[in-house]
């Protein structure tokens, strides 16, 4: 589906429906817990080691030179290449991040339409979308940035269009990384609030996971993932395999 056709679709659709977007999330849930857990576990250990590239210039200067760790401020041979490391590091976690996010929803629409396609994890990252995905996170980067600067309140609205642009990175794969984010704020725009609502409330809800001894949350944690799914459903729709 070309953009304009996504737009017109989003142009013409209905308002969303709260609570019949939260009851499916909760029922596809159920479905799909397991599959979340991967897909989070996943998202850690493949970050991770973008994490420990972060801090190798510190440890580094602590092995060369122990004194370093007792002062309060860092030296410019540690500072520098760390805060040129940080945003491509970031932006890198985030690629993975949104494609395996994407993933997910693939998978949610296969286990809501009860295909028997693969459960494909790495499928956003794969040779002819890793470049679409790293694109993505720079743009949702650059966007992030620029709700910070607008006091954090500009973060709070970003939040919307940026929550749902793994949808339009699953199901429709020819619009570029520019349009799914025009795509994105075109329909978080129409439909701010009710999208809001369900990320805030399944986002505390999936944060209960936390009650269950702790680890809970790692099985709960993808459920804030889920509206979007139906969110893009409700407002596009989706076809079958596609």
Not at 64 to 93: C, N
Request: hydrophobic fraction near 55%; glycine fraction near 8%; aromatic fraction near 14%.
């Amino acid at each position: 589906m070309n953009f304009d056709a996504v737009t017109e679709r989003i142009r013409s659709s209905t308002h969303l429906d709260f609570g019949s977007i939260f009851n499916r999330a909760i029922e596809l849930f159920k479905k799909v817990w397991l599959q979340g857990f991967v897909t989070l576990l996943l998202t850690f250990v493949v970050i991770l080691p973008f994490y420990v590239l972060f801090y190798i210039p510190f440890i580094a200067a602590g092995i060369t030179d122990p004194e370093m760790m007792r002062t309060e401020e860092l030296p410019p041979e540690v500072f520098i290449p760390m805060l040129i490391l940080g945003p491509i590091l970031m932006i890198a976690a985030m690629t993975i991040s949104i494609a395996l996010n994407a993933a997910f929803l693939r998978i949610c629409r296969q286990k809501d339409l009860n295909e028997n396609s693969r459960e494909d994890y790495f499928f956003y990252l794969k040779k002819g979308y890793l470049g679409k995905s790293m694109t993505l996170a720079l743009l949702v980067f650059g966007i992030s940035i620029l709700g910070m600067l607008a006091c954090g309140v500009g973060l709070i609205y970003v939040m919307v269009p940026i929550s749902i642009i793994p949808a339009f990175l699953a199901f429709d794969e020819e619009l570029s990384p520019m349009e799914i984010v025009k795509a994105g704020f075109a329909l978080g725009n129409k439909n701010w609030l009710v999208i809001f609502g369900l990320v805030f409330l399944m986002g505390i809800l999936a944060e209960l996971g936390i009650l269950l001894c702790c680890v809970g949350i790692l099985f709960t944690a993808m459920l804030s993932k889920i509206p979007a799914y139906f969110i893009y459903k409700d407002s596009i729709g989706i076809s079958f395999n596609a």
